[in-house]
């Protein structure tokens, strides 16, 4: 009985160091070394979902293993470990925080593709912005400060409709706005989705105030990192330490 008892403690401390090792490992910024969005793997059993959409998300580049988000006015940002990898992206102006990050993204797909015509967000007094800058990457850039500075979480959910989480797409925006006078908004992009059946795993980004580098949303638990899963049926999306009711998973 005692040598048992000598087997179990030697591997519960093996499970200790391994649980450690994992942790550690994935605590760093881009852990994969992945040079893209798309060289992180998939996790087990699930297979990525297809279309223009998810490939322009998946050609997204990573800053190199260990690179920390930075602010626009420079320096390491706040909060390091809720990120599992800077998106190597140079930001526009210090106007860039979370919502409007959600619209860079979309932007820059929609360049991308040449549909410059679909490029326009509605603003807070809901009147429509316009991007008339055809394939101009100087008129994409000021459009898009422009825009920064009168859109917000608010905007955003108010010009994008509900998805269920079972059929979410990348692209895709998880959004709030205020929930009490005194709290702010916030709001991530879906840059990556896989699925297993009805069940799906999602990869966010998201920016934040101050405005800082647009990086990929870290999960606390190391081995489903960077992704989140759900069934399909939640009330309630968690997404690290931000949650979303149901109806605010949204698109265009």
């Not at 979309?106 to 055809?134: A, C, K």
């Not at 925006?173 to 916030?186: D, F």
């Amino acid at each position: 009985m005692k040598k048992v008892f000598k087997v179990l403690r030697y591997l519960f401390l093996l499970m200790v160091v391994v649980a450690g090792v994992v942790w550690w490992y994935s605590r760093t910024s881009n852990p994969w070394n992945a040079k893209c969005i798309g060289d992180i793997s998939a996790p087990w059993g699930y297979t990525r979902v297809e279309g223009r959409y998810a490939e322009f998300m998946r050609s997204l580049p990573l800053k190199k293993k260990g690179s920390k988000v930075q602010y626009y006015t420079g320096g390491d940002a706040r909060y390091q470990w809720l990120s599992a990898g800077v998106i190597d992206l140079p930001m526009l102006s210090n106007a860039e925080q979370c919502a409007d990050m959600t619209m860079r993204l979309r932007t820059e797909y929609l360049f991308s593709q040449g549909r410059y015509s679909d490029i326009h967000f509605q603003n807070v007094n809901g009147n429509r912005l316009q991007y008339h800058g055809g394939g101009s990457r100087k008129a994409l850039e000021k459009f898009l400060r422009k825009a920064y500075g009168c859109c917000s979480t608010f905007s955003v959910s108010r010009e994008t409709e509900p998805r269920k989480i079972s059929e979410v797409q990348p692209g895709d925006v998880l959004v709030y706005t205020a929930r009490k006078p005194e709290s702010v908004g916030h709001a991530m992009i879906v840059v990556d989705v896989a699925r297993k059946g009805k069940k799906v795993a999602i990869m966010c980004a998201e920016g934040n105030t101050p405005a800082r580098e647009q990086h990929i949303v870290r999960n606390l638990n190391p081995l489903s990192n960077p992704w989140f899963f759900f069934d399909g049926g939640e009330s309630t999306l968690w997404v690290s330490v931000f949650h979303f009711n149901k109806d605010e998973l949204r698109h265009y």
